[in-house]
């Protein structure tokens, strides 16, 4: 006869060896934050979920439980270092007969731990303050913060009723009661506010106005800032007095999946005809789109838009960038070894204005993403290069959002 294993000591060892690991890659800096991820058992918030797997090709996910995959394992995979998924699509997952998953969007995860310890240190927490969450997910950030602030301190706030259930009852088995809000996040919880600390663990494409309204002047706010093309990054913004923020991107690569009210819309738009819109010669080919610092320029300075790559009737490759907001267009084919055409349409001229800003970027000799910072007022947010007299872009406006109160 096997004896069963011992899930809270095999657990136990996982934390401290995660935790060391995390230390050691200099993620987790204080001994408070890592107390907490060496008490914190993530496991229980991720009792069942799908792990990416290292194959090329299609993004494939395999369903891991300790019914498919033995306690131990399980245990183990819990404990690494990876983000796991819990929900695809926004649909919970059938769990009676789990099968691998391609092609679909995971919509609810526990992040990274890296990347989670990375924020909650880069959040500047002090005893006795308290803290917005958004996007609760599987709830082990929330209990993390649980841990290190006390559950009294700590409001999370998660859009999907199934995933916030989750999280609730792993929250209960661990002893923590924070205050847990189903609803939209980008609202934010005014009758909670006001807050010393907002974090958001889902990407938003500005910084809604219900996160400055609700933290204190001297508080911080942090989030990752994208649009529909990529991610920007981490900014951590220090909350001044009239709505007004300001601070830095802290870093320029966490991907966070984007806050559900602002997915892009299913429908890329119309793609222009083939001889719609003017053509001209330029040397920035479509590569440019999805390399990172000029990745980056190109989401700054077309906010609204979206590009794919499809070949022409006649076979030619076409990149296609489209705007969501009006028709504006360019389409990039290829000329020679160094030159494209662009054919653009519409009110912006869309290519004009990525070329400016990447002419900007490489006059200032390609910064880092943490060479930008953003400045948000009641009437505006823009992302600024060097300082907040620098050259600027604004990211998309609340109507631009959807119209949404945030
Ligand atoms: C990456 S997961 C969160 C990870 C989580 N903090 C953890 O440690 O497990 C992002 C979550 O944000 C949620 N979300 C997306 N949009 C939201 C919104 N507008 N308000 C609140 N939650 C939102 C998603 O449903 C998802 O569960």
């Given at each position: 006869?096997?004896?069963?294993?011992?899930?809270?000591?095999?657990?136990?060892?996982?934390?401290?060896?995660?935790?060391?690991?995390?230390?050691?890659?200099?993620?987790?800096?204080?001994?408070?934050?890592?107390?907490?991820?060496?008490?914190?058992?993530?496991?229980?918030?991720?009792?069942?979920?799908?792990?990416?797997?290292?194959?090329?090709?299609?993004?494939?996910?395999?369903?891991?439980t300790?019914?498919?995959?033995?306690?131990?394992?399980?245990?183990?995979?819990?404990?690494?270092?990876?983000?796991?998924?819990?929900?695809?699509?926004?649909?919970?997952?059938?769990?009676t007969?789990?099968?691998?998953?391609?092609?679909?969007?995971?919509?609810?995860?526990?992040?990274?731990?890296?990347l989670?310890?990375?924020?909650?240190e880069?959040?500047?927490?002090?005893?006795?303050?308290?803290?917005?969450?958004?996007?609760?997910?599987?709830?082990?950030?929330?209990?993390l913060?649980?841990?290190?602030?006390?559950?009294?301190?700590?409001?999370?706030?998660?859009?999907?009723?199934?995933?916030?259930?989750?999280?609730?009852?792993?929250?209960?088995?661990?002893?923590?009661?924070?205050?847990?809000?189903?609803?939209?996040?980008?609202?934010?919880?005014?009758?909670g506010a006001?807050?010393?600390?907002?974090?958001?663990?889902?990407?938003?494409?500005?910084?809604?106005?219900?996160?400055?309204?609700?933290?204190?002047p001297?508080?911080?706010?942090?989030?990752?800032?994208?649009?529909?093309?990529?991610?920007?990054?981490?900014?951590?913004?220090?909350i001044?007095?009239?709505?007004?923020?300001?601070?830095r991107?802290?870093s320029?690569?966490?991907?966070?999946?984007?806050?559900?009210?602002?997915?892009?819309?299913?429908?890329?738009?119309?793609?222009?005809?083939?001889?719609?819109?003017?053509?001209?010669?330029?040397?920035?080919?479509?590569?440019?789109?999805?390399?990172?610092?000029?990745?980056?320029?190109?989401?700054?300075?077309?906010?609204?838009?979206?590009?794919?790559?499809?070949?022409?009737?006649?076979?030619?490759?076409?990149?296609?960038?489209?705007?969501?907001?009006?028709?504006?267009?360019?389409?990039?084919?290829?000329?020679?070894?160094?030159?494209?055409?662009?054919?653009?349409?519409?009110?912006?001229?869309?290519?004009?204005?990525?070329?400016?800003?990447?002419?900007?970027?490489?006059?200032?000799?390609?910064?880092?993403?943490?060479?930008?910072?953003?400045?948000?007022?009641?009437?505006?947010?823009?992302?600024?290069?060097?300082?907040?007299?620098?050259?600027?872009?604004?990211?998309?406006?609340?109507?631009?959002?959807?119209g949404?109160?945030?």
């Amino acid at each position: 006869m096997t004896a069963e294993p011992d899930i809270d000591s095999i657990a136990a060892d996982l934390r401290y060896q995660l935790a060391a690991r995390l230390t050691d890659a200099g993620h987790l800096r204080s001994p408070q934050w890592r107390a907490a991820v060496e008490a914190v058992p993530r496991h229980e918030f991720v009792r069942r979920f799908y792990r990416e797997t290292d194959a090329p090709g299609l993004t494939t996910w395999t369903p891991v439980t300790p019914e498919l995959s033995g306690v131990k394992e399980w245990l183990r995979q819990a404990y690494t270092d990876e983000t796991l998924i819990t929900q695809f699509d926004g649909r919970e997952i059938d769990w009676t007969d789990p099968q691998p998953i391609s092609g679909a969007h995971p919509t609810s995860s526990s992040t990274l731990p890296a990347l989670v310890v990375d924020m909650l240190e880069e959040l500047q927490v002090h005893d006795g303050m308290n803290v917005m969450e958004i996007g609760t997910g599987t709830g082990y950030s929330t209990a993390l913060m649980c841990r290190r602030l006390g559950a009294g301190q700590v409001t999370s706030i998660e859009t999907d009723p199934d995933v916030a259930d989750r999280a609730r009852d792993a929250l209960d088995r661990c002893g923590y009661a924070p205050r847990l809000i189903i609803g939209d996040g980008l609202t934010g919880d005014p009758e909670g506010a006001p807050y010393d600390r907002t974090i958001a663990t889902c990407g938003v494409r500005r910084i809604p106005r219900s996160w400055v309204r609700q933290t204190r002047p001297g508080g911080i706010v942090l989030a990752t800032l994208r649009g529909w093309m990529r991610s920007l990054g981490l900014v951590r913004l220090a909350i001044g007095h009239d709505e007004r923020a300001e601070g830095r991107f802290v870093s320029g690569d966490p991907s966070f999946m984007i806050a559900r009210q602002q997915d892009a819309p299913e429908s890329l738009g119309m793609i222009p005809a083939p001889d719609d819109g003017a053509s001209r010669s330029t040397p920035y080919g479509p590569e440019l789109l999805i390399q990172p610092g000029s990745g980056f320029m190109a989401q700054l300075a077309m906010s609204a838009a979206r590009f794919f790559s499809m070949p022409a009737d006649d076979g030619t490759p076409c990149t296609y960038v489209l705007n969501t907001t009006d028709d504006s267009f360019a389409v990039l084919t290829p000329k020679s070894d160094d030159e494209w055409n662009v054919r653009q349409g519409g009110p912006v001229a869309l290519w004009d204005v990525f070329e400016n800003a990447l002419d900007i970027w490489r006059a200032a000799d390609s910064p880092m993403p943490t060479e930008f910072g953003i400045t948000v007022t009641a009437e505006d947010q823009r992302v600024w290069l060097g300082s907040p007299d620098g050259p600027s872009w604004s990211l998309p406006t609340r109507a631009e959002t959807g119209g949404h109160p945030a």
